[in-house]
């Protein structure tokens, strides 16, 4: 029975790690598969420490990356469900301590999703100086059927660095909330970009916001969302800058075709005078006159609209 079980965790590995064109790992890159609410394997390299538990509802897992160390190589996650129907709900705790340094990838793959439920909570906290690089990226089926739902909440003290990007392109959105949210102190960066294409009826809302807590701190604030047939999008970004010498920027892009609908909400609000917040939205169809450079090029107006957004969401 438990050569069955170790049979069936090595099946599911393989096809997560196919559905995202992902195979085998060098021995000193860090990787976890994480299917459903079950971490199927980890691989972990000195001075990264990773615990989890499984819980009634869903697993728990924490990050740590130990006191000034710095990780080579990108640490690699993979979250997902190879069945059609399935709820995954994650509650994820991660700390970047003192002086570390580390970069994440995260591939979030469904497939054959119909109906899926991808459930997020994460708290991030990185000490003075730490720095982290996260990018998301998902994948999902031609028809959507899925619900994403991450909550990040971020603690940036100072002199820390945090940049994420959150990305979905191919294949059907579904159903996307995301919510993050960041505090920012002393001379301390963060970076937010998210990039997503929806079809079909997705249903899309983006809210990031940033708190300048710290004198001299900076946070952006980007998004690049594309939209056609029946999608829809909200975007709510949001800056608020408290402190001295504090630095903001949002920068919000839609393309609409076809019937779908967009909404860009950007709200920034100085409560220093010495502060500096600035914004920027557009939200419209493609650039007639780069339209009209591809045609002349001999792509037809499909193809060229695609290679515009490509451009827009690279």
């Known amino acids: 029975m438990a050569e069955q079980s170790i ?183 963060v970076d937010m970009k998210t990039r997503i294409f929806g079809r079909l009826e997705d249903s899309i809302h983006i809210k990031e916001s940033a708190n300048l807590l710290g004198e001299s701190s900076t946070g952006v604030l980007t998004s690049h969302i594309a939209i056609k047939d029946k999608a829809s999008a909200i975007i709510e970004n949001e800056i608020i800058a408290d402190a001295p010498y504090a630095r903001g920027h949002v920068d919000c892009k839609e393309i609409v075709q076809d019937g779908a609908r967009a909404r860009a909400i950007p709200i920034v609000q100085v409560n220093n005078h010495l502060a500096h917040v600035t914004h920027e939205a557009a939200i419209g169809s493609v650039d007639s006159k780069q339209l009209e450079t591809l045609l002349s090029r001999g792509l037809t107006e499909d193809e060229a609209t695609d290679l515009i957004i490509e451009g827009l969401l690279s």
């Open 7 to 189: 049979i069936d965790k090595d099946i599911l590995i393989a096809e997560l790690l196919a559905s995202i064109n992902q195979h085998k790992f060098a021995p000193d890159v860090a990787h976890i598969e994480i299917h459903g609410n079950e971490v199927l394997n980890r691989n972990l390299v000195d001075g990264l420490i990773v615990e989890s538990q499984s819980l009634e509802d869903g697993v728990s897992v924490k990050i740590r990356v130990k006191r000034g160390v710095t990780i080579e190589n990108p640490v690699y996650f993979c979250f997902g469900l190879i069945p059609e129907n399935g709820v995954q709900r994650i509650f994820i705790n991660t700390l970047i301590e003192e002086g570390a340094c580390a970069q994440f990838i995260a591939n979030c793959t469904f497939p054959n999703a119909i109906n899926i439920q991808h459930l997020m909570n994460a708290e991030i906290e990185l000490e003075k100086g730490a720095s982290l690089s996260y990018f998301e990226r998902h994948v999902h089926g031609p028809n959507g059927g899925v619900q994403i739902v991450p909550v990040t909440k971020v603690r940036l003290s100072e002199g820390a660095r945090f940049s994420t990007e959150f990305e979905l392109i191919k294949g059907a959105a579904g159903v996307i909330d995301l919510d993050y949210a960041a505090e920012v102190g002393k001379d301390a960066t």
